[in-house]
């Protein structure tokens, strides 16, 4: 026990103190046709306040996404889109919110179950989360893997 503690991916601290993980990211959801999407990403701040950056293979910057509890915004290129809340962008883009104040909890080995998502931890230690939508349909795969 003690040594998978130890081998559990702790976040980079940034210098404002705030959480930071990389790693990359891969979503399936069994909606017709199927859809997948991965990239890399770098997570940085808490369920409240933060911003998620999406990367090519190549490190190119595919989409940053910044919330904070007045609003969220997605930046693609020169486009910008502000909504109200992250679950609203989140809905709008992949048809479901998705479940980014979880992420924070299974990012730091803790349960979290929320809006039908279920995360399996086993793996955490050695930096690779699933999670499984299973409500409302379709459901939907997250595959995560931190950098070390």
């Excluded at 609003?71 to 919110?97: M, N, S, V």
């Excluded at 999670?131 to 795969?141: G, H, I, K, S």
Aim: glycine share 10%; aromatic share 6%; net charge negative.
């Amino acid at each position: 026990m003690l040594l998978a503690a130890c081998a559990t991916p702790a976040p980079t601290t940034l210098i404002d103190g705030a959480p930071y993980w990389s790693g990359r990211l891969a979503l399936t959801v069994d909606s017709d046709p199927p859809q997948s999407f991965s990239a890399g990403f770098d997570l940085r701040g808490t369920p409240q306040t933060g911003e998620l950056q999406l990367n090519s293979p190549l490190g190119t910057a595919l989409a940053t996404v910044r919330w904070t509890p007045e609003g969220a915004e997605l930046l693609q290129g020169d486009t910008i889109t502000r909504r109200p809340t992250l679950d609203t962008l989140t809905t709008e883009l992949g048809g479901q919110a998705l479940p980014v104040a979880a992420l924070f909890a299974w990012l730091r080995g803790h349960g979290a179950e929320i809006n039908g998502w279920q995360a399996d931890l086993s793996r955490q230690a050695s930096g690779r989360i699933v999670a499984r939508r299973t409500q409302p349909l379709p459901t939907a795969e997250l595959r995560i893997v931190l950098q070390p």
